[in-house]
């Protein structure tokens, strides 16, 4: 029977909420739109698990509690690490008994006095984050500046079966607010430095029925994103392993794909279903296809909560087949890998690669020359491929996981018609820092051709004042350290190559800062 008493503690709740104060960012920022570049998930504190509970490994949902499944050994007989459970002193306390108990507990707000438990058994599972980026250049771009954007997150995920008694699937529901300003626009950059940044905007995320019919095929239907299910991150230790970067190229998905279709991408919510199908009745093997409301108007500011169709120019149809090797958890069994394969149609009428000259500060004397027309449907695909290069042998809380994909697009409209990325993320730095990671990550985005040889041509006459487009590439060297399992601080730097896509501005250096938490 659980007890839900209030400790009354005074000397340990003023260390709590005074650390929470401390914690606690406040912020006064302009407001912007929404961009294809600010469109990805925090880190960290969005690291999705894969199932609704942890005794439940083959659940559907990959949209539930953001707990990165990290672990604290503690030195066992032989030298050889093992694993203790959180310290989670607030089952019948609001809180925790210690400080020390806080620091070790799996979220930032516990248990609830054992409400968060009693909710999660009877079929409502509820999260929380909160996370910042930060990044500066004090070198490079067309200016030096200093930005810093936030997001907060709630998590609602429902098991219709606990709830009802009735298999019939779950109910997911996600709202966020954002605020902050962006560095990329200041340097300026193809690929915002900053994996976030938008207007103070309250804005519906995710609102979801799927439905597990069998053992072969699951479906998903309502307001939601394709950067979830398709092009899309794999869990490693528990973590997205693509937002082991702050850098937005990387984090989320490869951004080329959002440049270049209607790819719906996070925090925005447009109708849209997919289906996955499983033809071995597990995981090795899946087929999915989706459709999804291509609306370029959902980022803005006023339509947060718009949930209808107006506005929208097409569907975006993906579909994606995976091959998956692995055990049951990345600290035992075989070392997982991932091969991902997939395309896309986009129905929608847009203009031409011509009519994106304007990215490159190109002169609007000169733009009115250039041989912009429409085009009826957009295609392209995509290769991915990540696997777990090691376990250490020693201590299974440590490993090294990769990750590398290619990204291409039609090259009638695409203004990056080819895009690499690569990481590699290292996790347990120190043998005393088993939930640190180091990360190292690149970026590889070649302008199209098309626009390369119409700016050559162009200066070929003559012209002054324009800078041919070839391509923009960026590295990021980060470390992550996690003095607890709901707290990561991140520091990084990035170096971008030919910002903006030009040879115009000198090469700039960043330094970015990173913060999210599990609440």
């Known amino acids: 029977m659980l007890n839900y008493s209030h400790d009354p503690g005074r000397k340990k709740g003023v260390i709590y909420v005074s650390t929470l104060i401390l914690l606690w960012i406040p912020c006064g920022l302009e407001a912007q739109d929404l961009s294809k570049t600010s469109a990805v998930q925090p880190v960290n504190v969005h690291e999705r698990v894969k199932s609704f509970s942890p005794s439940s490994k ?105 709830l009802t008694g009735l298999s019939i699937g779950l109910f997911h529901l996600t709202v966020t607010s954002r605020a902050g300003l962006g560095l990329g626009a200041k340097l300026p950059a193809l690929d915002s430095p900053q994996e976030i940044y938008g207007s103070p905007t309250v804005r519906l995320s995710l609102l979801s029925w799927e439905m597990p019919w069998n053992k072969y095929v699951t479906t998903d239907v309502g307001e939601m994103n394709a950067e979830t299910d398709f092009e899309s991150w794999s869990m490693y230790w528990g973590m997205n392993n693509y937002c082991q970067f702050e850098s937005n190229a990387i984090c989320g998905m490869p951004q080329s794909i959002a440049f270049n279709s209607g790819y719906s991408y996070y925090p925005t919510a447009h109708p849209g279903a997919w289906v996955k199908f499983y033809p071995a009745g597990n995981d090795h093997y899946s087929i999915q296809f989706g459709a999804y409301s291509v609306d370029p108007t959902i980022g803005n500011t006023h339509n947060g909560w718009k949930m209808n169709l107006h506005g929208a120019t097409g569907t975006f149809l993906p579909f994606q087949l995976v091959w998956h090797q692995g055990g049951k958890d990345d600290y035992s069994g075989p070392l997982q890998t991932n091969v991902k394969i997939g395309g896309y149609w986009d129905s929608s009428e847009v203009k031409n690669v011509y009519s994106q000259l304007g990215t490159f500060e190109i002169p609007a004397q000169y733009l009115v020359s250039a041989p912009v027309s429409k085009v009826r449907g957009r295609f392209g695909g995509w290769f991915q491929f990540d696997r777990m290069l090691e376990r250490d042998e020693n201590d299974p809380n440590r490993g090294t996981s990769f990750f590398a994909s290619f990204t291409w697009g039609d090259p009638r409209t695409s203004v990056a018609p080819y895009f690499v990325d690569w990481g590699l993320t290292r996790k347990g730095t120190f043998r005393s820092r088993p939930n640190d990671t180091v990360s190292l990550g690149m970026k590889m985005l070649w302008v199209s051709p098309k626009l390369t040889n119409w700016v050559h041509e162009l200066q070929g006459t003559g012209a002054t004042g324009i800078y041919k487009p070839s391509g923009e590439h960026a590295i990021e060297l980060n470390y992550g350290w996690r003095p607890t399992p709901w707290l990561l601080i991140r520091p990084g730097a990035q170096y971008i190559w030919s910002t903006g896509g030009t040879n115009k501005y000198k090469n700039p250096i960043i330094l970015d800062f990173e913060t999210g938490i599990t609440l």
């Open 58 to 162: 083959n659940a559907p949902t990959r949209t539930v509690t953001p707990r990165p499944l990290l672990v604290q050994p503690v030195p066992g007989a032989g030298g050889v690490a093992r694993v203790p459970g959180t310290s989670d002193t607030t089952e019948n306390s609001f809180f925790p008994d210690s400080f020390h108990d806080w620091l070790t507990q799996s979220t930032m707000t516990g248990d609830w006095a054992g409400w968060r438990t009693w909710l999660t058994r009877k079929g409502i599972n509820i999260a929380g984050h909160y996370f910042q980026d930060s990044a500066g250049n004090p070198m490079g771009g067309a200016s030096q500046n200093v930005r810093y954007a936030h997001e907060v997150g709630v998590n609602v995920d429902f098991d219709l079966k606990k």
